[in-house]
């Protein structure tokens, strides 16, 4: 499966921008996951999806598909299914704005919270945690554990993540020590 560069995913949203105005529609994604992480904070080059919520939801399912048709995608290439992550506490910053499509992003704080709580060890998310610590200036583990607290809900917090942002702070520490020439 291939990955979508950053300005791959650039050129799909001008285009839902198009289909969106021949409707004449308004639409609005909001981003996070490794599309966040590449297009927002530069982390990495690309990703296999773009992780949103989308409105209209309909609309917006039928020009992801036609984009998907025309240029070979996944179906899934755009999909929602981070909706079971995003929380109300988490902060929204917006990131592009065309005439007829506004794309947000969850900011850093909000998105080391989702990465730490889904603890997906088949994934980029551990990368990405440390990635966002390191951005984030995180200097203690006990501020991991605050930001999910106060970004997530109780159900989202399980023995599995708390092992996971445990796993995570200590490879931050170990990395960042390594790196940080003040330790030497």
């Known amino acids: 499966m291939r990955e979508l ?9 001008e285009e839902i921008n198009r289909h969106l105005a021949r409707l004449d529609k308004h639409g609005e994604i909001l981003i996070a996951g490794g ?23 309909e609309d917006m399912r039928k020009i992801t598909k036609d984009i998907a048709i025309k240029y070979d995608l996944p179906e ?5 299914g981070i909706k079971g992550y995003i929380t109300d506490k988490m902060k929204q910053e917006i990131y ?8 947000a992003n969850i900011d850093a704080v909000g998105l080391l919270a989702m990465k730490l709580t889904s603890a997906r060890v088949d994934t980029k998310d551990m990368e990405d945690s440390i990635f966002l610590m ?3 200036n995180i200097c203690e583990e006990k501020e991991l554990f605050d930001i999910i607290e106060k970004h997530v809900y109780p159900n989202q917090q399980t023995i599995a993540s708390k092992y996971f942002t445990k796993e995570a702070y200590e490879r931050y520490v170990r990395l960042h020590k390594t790196n940080d020439p003040d330790t030497e």
Do not use: G
């Open 134 to 136: 390191k951005s984030l």
């Open 76 to 80: 899934d290439w755009l999909n929602d």
């Open 35 to 57: 599309a966040a992480l590449a297009m927002v904070f530069n982390a990495r080059n690309s990703t296999y999806d773009i992780d949103a919520i989308f409105h209209p939801a």
């Open 5 to 13: 560069t950053k300005n791959e995913m650039l050129m799909y949203f």
């Open 96 to 103: 592009l704005k065309f005439p007829h499509l506004t794309v």
